[in-house]
């Protein structure tokens, strides 16, 4: 079975060794996708596979036969960004740009665990709603860093998508 990303379905490498990230990256030529520390600790890798977040780099391109996957590519276009990828631009929650793709792969993945009320570290309940505050972005969206800083504008951003979508 193939996997799909980004709505194209493909033939899985046949070295079972490749990692997701250097699938997409080098044999798909998706490179929105960055390597940053390739050990899991930056988030700079992260994908969507059906729906829920991963650190492609920790992750063998093998072990996602028939899975969906999602890229940065897959959530927007210049022409048509996402309603992240513009809060992004609009609340300037990017410096250098190199953990952005990540950033807005965990922030879509995150508002989707917030809408469906999984609980996090920061929220006053493990039952009932989880509301999209400042402290609950911070701490669903620690995995993923930024060397330049930009984690108030990101937060802001998120947030800024957050109450369109309540408000919708």
Same mark, same amino acid.
């Not at 194209?8 to 390597?35: I, Q, S």
């Not at 992750?59 to 940065?72: C, E, Q, R």
């Not at 960004?81 to 990540?102: I, K, M, N, W």
């Given at each position: 079975?193939?996997?799909?990303?980004?709505?194209?379905?493909?033939?899985?490498?046949?070295?079972?060794?490749?990692?997701?990230?250097?699938?997409?990256?080098?044999? !798909?030529?998706?490179?929105?996708?960055?390597?940053?520390?390739? +050990?899991?600790?930056?988030?700079?890798?992260?994908?969507?596979?059906?729906?829920?977040?991963? &650190?492609?780099?920790?992750? !063998?391109?093998?072990? +996602?036969?028939?899975? +969906?996957?999602?890229?940065? #590519?897959?959530?927007?276009?210049?022409?048509?960004?996402?309603?992240?990828?513009?809060?992004?631009? #609009? +609340?300037?929650?990017?410096?250098?740009?190199?953990?952005?793709?990540?950033?807005?792969?965990?922030?879509?993945?995150?508002?989707?665990?917030?809408?469906?009320?999984?609980?996090?570290?920061?929220?006053?309940? !493990? #039952?009932?709603?989880?509301?999209?505050?400042?402290?609950?972005?911070?701490?669903?969206?620690? *995995?993923? !860093?930024?060397?330049? *800083?930009?984690?108030? &504008?990101?937060?802001?951003?998120? #947030?800024?998508?957050?109450?369109?979508?309540?408000?919708?």
């Amino acid at each position: 079975m193939p996997i799909t990303i980004n709505s194209r379905a493909y033939d899985l490498p046949e070295d079972n060794r490749v990692t997701l990230l250097d699938f997409l990256r080098h044999d !798909l030529g998706l490179t929105g996708t960055k390597k940053g520390c390739d +050990h899991g600790q930056c988030g700079a890798c992260t994908v969507l596979v059906d729906g829920m977040r991963i &650190n492609s780099c920790l992750s !063998l391109a093998a072990m +996602h036969d028939g899975d +969906h996957v999602t890229t940065i #590519e897959g959530l927007g276009t210049p022409d048509a960004p996402s309603r992240l990828q513009q809060a992004f631009v #609009e +609340h300037d929650g990017y410096q250098c740009g190199y953990c952005t793709p990540g950033q807005i792969c965990s922030a879509t993945a995150m508002l989707q665990e917030i809408a469906s009320g999984w609980p996090s570290d920061a929220s006053e309940s !493990l #039952e009932g709603p989880v509301a999209a505050t400042g402290a609950e972005i911070r701490e669903r969206m620690s *995995g993923n !860093l930024c060397r330049c *800083g930009a984690y108030a &504008n990101i937060v802001a951003a998120i #947030e800024d998508v957050a109450a369109q979508e309540d408000a919708a």
